[in-house]
């Protein structure tokens, strides 16, 4: 939760500067006419028009439909396949005392389960199992048998179900032969086992397994789309030529800063749209999603994910002042989407591991490829509060610096009309 | 110095062409300013250097005797050549969004949002988007966004340019309603005769250089007499041709408009197109802006 304070803190931090800045700027001598304050400032004014009209449009409206749709998938599905898992049918050849078939129904309890108990002959009893009427056979107590080998990776509710059937009835049969008093049999029938401690982080499974997937493709998914609306909503302006009319009010900063602002707000609400609709849908259906690490694995998503924005959209904006047409927008945004498309899958890799290599965590310190390590990383519990803020503040400051290169390519370029601009003619040329 | 726009030596260069060649001229308010030059003259890009959309090689453009900076500009109407609004945006509601830009409350843009529409012609398109509107009434919601906020300069260019005679007529009221109200008009065109009916005053520029200022009234009586001559049955004004110190500067209709030097008197050219005919017109006109124009740039 520390950093998630810390990531409140630094965005306030930022918005206060702008809003600070445009307070000065239009406290100026000549504008006692207009009236205006600090809450109506060009950059929020640009950015409410930004938030209108893409909260407006079908893409968000339908596409947040999407996620959430794949989300309650995600979500619900695996709690539907425990729910609904069928009662096990246990064949008894011979007799089973009463105590052992408590041992049976427990251990029934402890895989998720039931269990129906039917006496059967040996003769028929195989027969069931392979025809499925029965999911296991006990013979005497003394034997299990079932109709497939189970394999150790087995993780469906048969298998769980045989091997807690065999390894109590196993226990029992010990203890029995052990002659041991009631008192004596009880204290090791509830012996727990002891807590196992590892010094390397191990898999991510279950809970922490589905959070870190949920966050990683929310991540890519939200980076791309609201990068690319960027780009086109700068080209938009540029090909309409409104941004002529727009620059003759207001600077070129002003309405670069407005337009990102208002995109990533529109990203981070619908962010937490699927964010909160997730955690509400899973308590509802009892999903297992906020165990372990997962809930801080959801705040570093949401923090990951405006980093990540605030470091792309500058980029995504200066190449969108570059283009001239809507048919340079693929040509411009797959290069800059490489290291999107990079960190998504190296962060896929690691969570599919459970084991995160030495580049993966190198890479959660690069500000392009962080937004998808460095959640990853929490979720492992394989990264300290101060490497994680470190991550943190060297993204913001490689943010900084590219805000203000794109700042200047995009005053540069930004009223050049004809052929697609080149880097190389902004670099040498002055601004507009 | 109340109610001038200055441009004082403005130059720049793009690379080995000079757009602008130490340019000089003013704008007094209450006057609508034509601004013409032929095609590449600098007009387009005088006018976005008054909007800081160019970055001058040197030059000073002042309002009230100040620099030209943001906040003055916020005070200006501009209308580009190049038309922009937002293609899939409301007509109102992106009015109302620029005139918040230039400071208005979001209570008086929509206001003057309204009557503006109302005033050109297309309140009901008020919840239309832009680009379903035809490219006359996207011209008049342009210079609605130019006009909104009340401007104290409004500098259009081309606004006439792909107008019916009818919008030509609505926009040209607009711009001498404005001026008659304080503002001062700058607007750039080719279609002179409009220009000469709408406007006080004009410059001319040429290669970015200053060829001619002043007010239309005393330009067209300056320079050589004009005179129209129409005589029966010579469609062609043949009876014109060899005059000495008579120019022919157009023959319309069979009326020929004679260019006179100043020794040529009117009685002698009054002879010769009775020898060669019945006179049926024969009157001294004033010069027109289009010769104005033509004579400026020779």
């Given at each position: 939760m520390k950093q998630a304070v810390i990531g409140v803190v630094v965005v306030a931090v930022l918005i206060l500067r702008l809003r600070s800045r445009a307070k000065r700027r239009t406290a100026g001598?000549?504008?006692?006419?207009?009236?205006?304050?600090?809450?109506?400032?060009?950059?929020?004014?640009v950015a409410a028009r930004e938030m209108r009209e893409r909260f407006r449009g079908r893409i968000f409206r339908v596409g947040t439909l999407l996620v959430l749709a794949g989300v309650a998938a995600a979500i619900v599905i695996p709690t539907l396949d425990k729910g609904t898992?069928?009662?096990?049918?246990?064949?008894?050849?011979g007799s089973l005392p009463a105590r052992l078939r408590a041992i049976v129904v427990s251990s029934a309890d402890s895989a998720g389960t039931t269990v129906h108990i039917v006496s059967v002959n040996e003769e028929t009893a195989y027969s069931d199992l392979r025809s499925g009427q029965l999911d296991l056979v006990i013979v005497a107590g003394r034997e299990i048998v079932v109709n497939k080998p189970i394999a150790s990776t087995d993780t469906s509710t048969t298998a769980e179900l045989v091997q807690a059937v065999a390894r109590q009835?196993?226990?029992?049969?010990?203890v029995a032969a052990a002659h041991l008093t009631p008192a004596q049999s009880a204290a090791l029938a509830s012996a727990g086992a002891l807590p196992v401690r590892s010094l390397q982080p191990g898999k991510a499974k279950g809970a922490t397994h589905t959070t870190s997937l949920i966050g990683l493709i929310l991540i890519f998914v939200m980076l791309s789309q609201y990068n690319t609306w960027t780009l086109i909503g700068v080209l938009e302006e540029k090909s309409s030529r409104v941004i002529e009319v727009l620059l003759a009010t207001v600077r070129p900063i002003q309405l670069l800063t407005g337009k990102v602002l208002g995109i990533g707000l529109v990203a981070f609400t619908q962010a937490s749209i699927i964010v909160v609709f997730a955690l509400v849908l899973a308590k509802g259906v009892g999903s297992d999603l906020l165990h372990g690490t997962a809930p801080l694995e959801i705040v570093s998503t949401l923090a990951w994910l405006l980093l990540g924005y605030g470091f792309y959209c500058w980029v995504y904006a200066a190449a969108g002042s570059l283009a001239q047409r809507q048919d340079q927008v693929q040509s411009l945004a797959f290069p800059l989407s490489l290291p999107i498309i990079f960190g998504y899958i190296m962060a896929l890799t690691a969570v599919g591991s459970g084991s995160p290599s030495t580049l993966f965590k190198v890479l959660a310190y690069l500000p392009p490829t962080a937004p998808f390590a460095m959640p990853v990383l929490v979720g492992l519990d394989a990264v300290t509060w101060w490497e994680f803020l470190g991550s943190v503040l060297i993204s913001l400051v490689c943010t900084v610096g590219v805000a203000r290169l794109a700042t200047s390519i995009y005053r540069r370029a930004i009223l050049r009309t004809g052929a697609r601009v080149k880097l190389r003619d902004v670099a040498t040329s002055g601004a507009r | 110095m109340a109610g001038l726009l200055e441009l004082d030596g403005l130059s720049r260069r793009y690379g080995t062409i000079t757009a602008l060649d130490n340019l000089s001229f003013s704008v007094p308010a209450g006057q609508v300013v034509g601004f013409l030059g032929p095609n590449g003259a600098g007009k387009t890009t005088t006018m976005r250097a008054v909007f800081g959309l160019t970055d001058l090689d040197a030059g000073t453009v002042r309002w009230l005797g100040v620099?030209?900076?943001?906040?003055?500009?916020?005070?200006f109407g501009y209308m580009p050549e190049e038309r922009g609004l937002y293609p899939g945006m409301l007509v109102g509601e992106q009015l109302e969004y620029l005139g918040r830009l230039h400071g208005m409350s979001a209570i008086d843009a929509r206001s003057a949002t309204t009557s503006w529409l109302g005033r050109l012609g297309i309140e009901e398109r008020v919840r239309s988007k832009v680009d379903a509107l035809s490219h006359g009434n996207q011209q008049r919601v342009q210079l609605a966004a130019a006009l909104l906020h009340g401007p104290e300069v409004l500098i259009l260019d081309e606004p006439l340019a792909g107008l019916d005679p009818s919008g030509i007529d609505a926009i040209g009221a607009v711009l001498v309603e404005q001026a008659r109200a304080g503002c001062c008009v700058l607007f750039s065109s080719h279609q002179l005769d409009q220009v000469e009916d709408l406007c006080e005053s004009v410059t001319i520029i040429d290669h970015g250089r200053l060829v001619v200022t002043g007010k239309v009234d005393d330009l067209a009586h300056s320079g050589p007499r004009r005179l129209v001559v129409r005589v029966e049955g010579d469609r062609d004004a043949l009876w014109a041709r060899g005059l000495t110190g008579v120019s022919i500067s157009e023959v319309d209709a069979g009326a020929a408009r004679l260019v006179l030097?100043?020794?040529?008197?009117?009685?002698?050219?009054?002879?010769a197109a009775m020898t060669a005919g019945r006179v049926t017109e024969f009157v001294f006109r004033r010069r027109r802006l289009s010769e104005v124009f033509r004579e400026a740039l020779a």
């Amino acid at each position: 939760m520390k950093q998630a304070v810390i990531g409140v803190v630094v965005v306030a931090v930022l918005i206060l500067r702008l809003r600070s800045r445009a307070k000065r700027r239009t406290a100026g001598p000549k504008r006692n006419w207009s009236g205006l304050g600090p809450f109506t400032s060009d950059v929020s004014l640009v950015a409410a028009r930004e938030m209108r009209e893409r909260f407006r449009g079908r893409i968000f409206r339908v596409g947040t439909l999407l996620v959430l749709a794949g989300v309650a998938a995600a979500i619900v599905i695996p709690t539907l396949d425990k729910g609904t898992s069928q009662p096990q049918t246990v064949g008894l050849v011979g007799s089973l005392p009463a105590r052992l078939r408590a041992i049976v129904v427990s251990s029934a309890d402890s895989a998720g389960t039931t269990v129906h108990i039917v006496s059967v002959n040996e003769e028929t009893a195989y027969s069931d199992l392979r025809s499925g009427q029965l999911d296991l056979v006990i013979v005497a107590g003394r034997e299990i048998v079932v109709n497939k080998p189970i394999a150790s990776t087995d993780t469906s509710t048969t298998a769980e179900l045989v091997q807690a059937v065999a390894r109590q009835l196993g226990v029992a049969e010990a203890v029995a032969a052990a002659h041991l008093t009631p008192a004596q049999s009880a204290a090791l029938a509830s012996a727990g086992a002891l807590p196992v401690r590892s010094l390397q982080p191990g898999k991510a499974k279950g809970a922490t397994h589905t959070t870190s997937l949920i966050g990683l493709i929310l991540i890519f998914v939200m980076l791309s789309q609201y990068n690319t609306w960027t780009l086109i909503g700068v080209l938009e302006e540029k090909s309409s030529r409104v941004i002529e009319v727009l620059l003759a009010t207001v600077r070129p900063i002003q309405l670069l800063t407005g337009k990102v602002l208002g995109i990533g707000l529109v990203a981070f609400t619908q962010a937490s749209i699927i964010v909160v609709f997730a955690l509400v849908l899973a308590k509802g259906v009892g999903s297992d999603l906020l165990h372990g690490t997962a809930p801080l694995e959801i705040v570093s998503t949401l923090a990951w994910l405006l980093l990540g924005y605030g470091f792309y959209c500058w980029v995504y904006a200066a190449a969108g002042s570059l283009a001239q047409r809507q048919d340079q927008v693929q040509s411009l945004a797959f290069p800059l989407s490489l290291p999107i498309i990079f960190g998504y899958i190296m962060a896929l890799t690691a969570v599919g591991s459970g084991s995160p290599s030495t580049l993966f965590k190198v890479l959660a310190y690069l500000p392009p490829t962080a937004p998808f390590a460095m959640p990853v990383l929490v979720g492992l519990d394989a990264v300290t509060w101060w490497e994680f803020l470190g991550s943190v503040l060297i993204s913001l400051v490689c943010t900084v610096g590219v805000a203000r290169l794109a700042t200047s390519i995009y005053r540069r370029a930004i009223l050049r009309t004809g052929a697609r601009v080149k880097l190389r003619d902004v670099a040498t040329s002055g601004a507009r | 110095m109340a109610g001038l726009l200055e441009l004082d030596g403005l130059s720049r260069r793009y690379g080995t062409i000079t757009a602008l060649d130490n340019l000089s001229f003013s704008v007094p308010a209450g006057q609508v300013v034509g601004f013409l030059g032929p095609n590449g003259a600098g007009k387009t890009t005088t006018m976005r250097a008054v909007f800081g959309l160019t970055d001058l090689d040197a030059g000073t453009v002042r309002w009230l005797g100040v620099p030209v900076g943001q906040a003055e500009r916020r005070r200006f109407g501009y209308m580009p050549e190049e038309r922009g609004l937002y293609p899939g945006m409301l007509v109102g509601e992106q009015l109302e969004y620029l005139g918040r830009l230039h400071g208005m409350s979001a209570i008086d843009a929509r206001s003057a949002t309204t009557s503006w529409l109302g005033r050109l012609g297309i309140e009901e398109r008020v919840r239309s988007k832009v680009d379903a509107l035809s490219h006359g009434n996207q011209q008049r919601v342009q210079l609605a966004a130019a006009l909104l906020h009340g401007p104290e300069v409004l500098i259009l260019d081309e606004p006439l340019a792909g107008l019916d005679p009818s919008g030509i007529d609505a926009i040209g009221a607009v711009l001498v309603e404005q001026a008659r109200a304080g503002c001062c008009v700058l607007f750039s065109s080719h279609q002179l005769d409009q220009v000469e009916d709408l406007c006080e005053s004009v410059t001319i520029i040429d290669h970015g250089r200053l060829v001619v200022t002043g007010k239309v009234d005393d330009l067209a009586h300056s320079g050589p007499r004009r005179l129209v001559v129409r005589v029966e049955g010579d469609r062609d004004a043949l009876w014109a041709r060899g005059l000495t110190g008579v120019s022919i500067s157009e023959v319309d209709a069979g009326a020929a408009r004679l260019v006179l030097d100043d020794s040529v008197e009117s009685e002698a050219v009054l002879r010769a197109a009775m020898t060669a005919g019945r006179v049926t017109e024969f009157v001294f006109r004033r010069r027109r802006l289009s010769e104005v124009f033509r004579e400026a740039l020779a």
